[in-house]
């Protein structure tokens, strides 16, 4: 029997093909709609994004979350917590204590440090990214972690003086300075060379520019600065001289790939067996480099450790997870100015890293280093 032009081809389950047109009539009114199905994952195997859409429903597809896990990968729009053993060993978290999560992200560590408070003490917990806290909050609410516990703000965590000056000191205090997962995987957001999106790298998209403008009125030597100074590029002239090639040919590079393409071109002078894993390490250099300047990441750094001495009670206990050089080594000094100064009564002397069986569980987190202080009694 042949199909009526207003009902729309149906699938063997019933259910309209993707894409179909729908023809409906309403009071009279012809009305046609484009039926849309969910993008579900293609064969066994999802490759993008928004294939993977049980990954981001670790509630409903826990299986496929841990499969996903046990193979050593990041389940998408999910993030795995780092160091958390070490991280409340250190802490020595109490019941009705008063803590700070200086960088919320999906809400794994400050899952934990609540659950130590047991229900007494509050926590704050600081993001500046306005799609994730939105989610992180209402992840938290749904584990039972609801305001008369937990205080969420949307504020740089260089601010810890205006969270402090609301809250009181603070007895343990956790900074993660790394990109969460979830913003890395998601191609919308532009941290990630491997997958087309704009090349944006902003934590908060509301905010600045996105690297793509930062990248338009750039010369060769304030681009090669930015690589060698913020990621220790190698061949930090070469990129920024092709980058600038681009802009003078009015070739502007907008999108993740198109900075990757300029990445490869630049670097075409290596040997061919040699060329695959050089880029992909400068990609990963250069687009550390880009997310660190335009969300200003070393100057945010600076003004929380200046601050952090002030928001710190009594014997109040610090740690900060750091993920490049740059990092570290800023945190290392502070501490030991800090120490010096009779701020901090005792600091790390050598960083912690995360063991290997986390590293084999989450290869994230090999990059990691741990260190802690103690504020004084003074």
Avoid at 224 to 237: K, T, V, W
Avoid at 260 to 280: D, H, M, N, Q, T
Avoid at 295 to 301: A, C, K, R, T, Y
């Amino acid at each position: 029997m042949e199909n009526d032009e207003k009902t729309p081809r149906m699938t063997e389950r019933g259910k309209c093909a993707a894409g179909d047109e729908i023809s409906l009539e309403i009071n009279g009114t012809q009305q046609t709609t484009v039926h849309k199905r969910r993008v579900r994952y293609s064969g066994t195997h999802p490759r993008t994004f928004q294939e993977k859409y049980k990954e981001q429903n670790p509630e409903k597809y826990g299986d496929t979350v841990e499969k996903v896990i046990r193979k050593g990968s990041t389940p998408a729009g999910m993030h795995i917590s780092i160091c958390v053993k070490e991280i409340l060993d250190f802490l020595q978290i109490q019941p009705g204590q008063k803590g700070l999560d200086a960088t919320l992200g999906y809400g794994g560590h400050t899952t934990e440090m609540l659950k130590c408070l047991r229900g007494q003490g509050h926590m704050y917990a600081l993001d500046v990214d306005p799609i994730e806290i939105k989610k992180t909050k209402k992840r938290l609410e749904e584990r039972g972690f609801g305001e008369d516990i937990l205080t969420i703000r949307q504020i740089n965590f260089a601010d810890i003086d205006l969270v402090s000056a609301e809250a009181g000191k603070f007895d343990f205090v956790l900074a993660d300075l790394g990109v969460s997962s979830m913003q890395i995987d998601n191609p919308e957001r532009g941290f990630t060379y491997k997958f087309e999106g704009p090349l944006d790298l902003r934590l908060n998209p509301e905010k600045g520019i996105s690297a793509s403008e930062r990248l338009r009125d750039i010369s060769v030597e304030e681009l090669a600065g930015m690589f060698e100074e913020n990621s220790d590029e190698p061949y930090a002239q070469e990129i920024a001289r092709e980058v600038v090639r681009r802009n003078r040919k009015r070739e502007y590079i907008e999108t993740t790939i198109q900075l990757k393409e300029a990445i490869e071109r630049a670097l075409s002078f290596i040997p061919e067996k040699e060329r695959k894993e050089a880029v992909k390490k400068s990609c990963q250099r250069c687009f550390q480099a880009l997310r660190i300047d335009v969300n200003n990441e070393f100057e945010v750094l600076y003004s929380f450790l200046e601050k952090l001495p002030g928001v710190l009670a009594p014997g109040g206990r610090v740690a900060i997870l750091t993920f490049h050089s740059g990092e570290d080594r800023l945190v290392k000094r502070f501490f030991k100015d800090g120490k010096k100064q009779g701020l901090y009564c005792e600091i790390s002397e050598e960083v912690i890293r995360p063991s290997a069986e986390e590293c084999a569980r989450n290869p994230r987190a090999r990059s990691t280093k741990m260190r802690w202080a103690v504020r004084s009694d003074a």
